[in-house]
C-alpha cells in the first residue's frame, strides 16, 4: 500500500500535497474547495491585523511559464481565518492546517500572534516573512538582524507550533547566515520558497500586471531549480527538529517527488493549482504515487532527502 501521508510537529497529513499561501484561499468559500479535495491541509491568505483590499487590479498574471502577481497582501483579516480554522478544529473528520499571518510593522505581527496565543487554535501557524509585493517594504526575511529580533520576540510568548515562509535566498553564505538564524529558535517549520519576488513580465510592448509599473513576484516553471535549492539547502543545514516544506514550480508527480527527494516534508502548490483548481491534487497525488510505486517505494521516509551527488 503506497502513502503519501506525512507528519509536521505532532500534526499528522493524509496527503503531503497542500495549496501555497495566496492561492485557493481567500474566502472560506475557496478553503472549503481545498478542504474537499485530495489535498491533506490547506493554508489560509496571509493574514493582517486589519482586513486590506490590496493593490488595483490586474495584479495576478498568468504566463507561459508560469505566473506573476503583485497582490499586495488583501485579505479579511486575521479573525476570519482565525474563527474558521479553529470551527474546523472542533468537527470530527477534519484536516489539520495552517494560518499564515504577518503584521504591516513589527508590533502589528506581536499583536496577531499574542491574540493567536491566547485563542483555542491548536494547529500550525506559518509566519510570513517574504511578501514582496507591499510598496515601501523590503522583505523581512532578507534582514536577517530583523528576522532574528522578531522570532526572538515572538518565542518569548508564542508558545504554539510556529514556522515560517521564506523567500529565495541565491547565495551560499545567505544559506548558511540564515540557517544559523533558524537554529537558534524551536521553529516547527520553514517552507521554502515564497515567489522569486520582483520579477517582470513584458508582453508586446507593456507589463501585464498594473502594481508597481508591472514588477511582482514570480511563480511557476521559472522558479523550480531555485525552489528545490532552498529546500536542500535548509535541509542540509537545519536541526532534524526543523521540518521543510517545499513550494515552487510544482505541477506534476515529478515536481512533487523532487521536492520531497530534496527534503520536503510537505509540498505546496501555487501557480499550477491556480490554472487548474483544486482537482489538481487529485492529478498530482496519482502521479507521486506511480513514481513512488515504481521506484518500490512505500512511504515519503523511503526517499526524503535521499538525493543523489556525483562523487
Ligand atoms: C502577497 C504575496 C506574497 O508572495 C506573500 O508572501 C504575501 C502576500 C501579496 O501580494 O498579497
Not at 522570532?151 to 510556529?162: A, I, N
Request: aromatic residues 10%.
Amino acid at each position: 500500500m503506497i502513502s503519501t501521508a506525512t507528519k509536521i510537529a505532532d500534526f499528522n497529513f493524509g496527503n503531503c500535497l497542500m495549496n501555497a499561501a495566496g492561492v485557493y484561499c481567500m474566502t472560506r468559500e475557496e478553503l472549503a474547495e481545498i478542504e474537499a479535495s485530495a489535498a491533506g491541509s490547506f493554508v489560509t491568505k496571509t493574514a493582517t491585523l486589519e482586513a486590506r483590499t490590496g493593490n488595483p487590479e490586474p495584479r495576478y498574471a498568468d504566463t507561459h511559464l508560469g505566473s506573476i502577481n503583485s497582490m499586495g497582501l488583501p485579505n479579511k483579516g486575521f479573525n476570519y481565518y482565525l474563527d474558521y480554522v479553529t470551527e474546523l478544529q472542533k468537527q470530527a473528520d477534519t484536516k489539520n492546517h495552517f494560518l499564515s499571518l504577518v503584521g504591516m510593522s513589527q508590533k502589528e505581527t506581536h499583536t496577531i500572534l499574542k491574540q493567536v496565543q491566547a485563542s483555542d487554535y491548536q494547529g500550525l501557524v506559518e509566519l510570513n516573512l517574504s511578501c514582496p509585493n507591499v510598496p515601501g517594504k523590503p522583505q523581512i526575511a532578507y534582514d536577517f538582524e530583523t528576522t532574528e529580533e522578531i522570532l526572538s520576540q515572538v518565542f518569548s510568548y508564542y508558545k504554539k507550533p510556529l514556522g515560517v515562509k521564506l523567500p529565495p535566498y541565491f547565495d551560499i553564505v545567505h544559506f548558511d547566515q540564515a540557517a544559523a538564524v533558524f537554529n537558534t529558535f524551536p521553529l516547527a517549520f520553514v517552507n521554502c520558497i515564497n515567489s522569486i519576488g520582483n520579477g517582470l513580465v513584458v508582453d508586446d510592448e507593456a507589463v501585464v500586471i498594473k502594481p508597481k509599473n508591472g514588477f511582482g513576484g514570480i511563480g511557476g516553471d521559472y522558479v523550480k531549480p531555485t525552489a528545490l535549492a532552498n529546500v536542500h539547502a535548509f535541509y542540509q543545514r537545519l536541526n532534524p527538529s526543523i521540518q521543510i516544506i517545499g513550494t515552487g514550480g510544482v505541477k506534476s508527480g515529478r515536481d512533487a517527488f523532487e521536492h520531497i527527494l530534496c527534503g520536503a516534508s510537505m509540498v505546496q502548490i501555487g501557480t499550477a493549482l491556480h490554472q487548474e483548481g483544486p482537482a489538481i491534487f487529485e492529478r498530482i497525488t496519482k502521479e507521486l504515487k506511480d513514481i513512488m510505486a515504481d521506484k518500490g517505494y512505500e512511504t515519503l521516509e523511503d526517499f526524503r532527502g535521499q538525493l543523489k551527488y556525483m562523487n
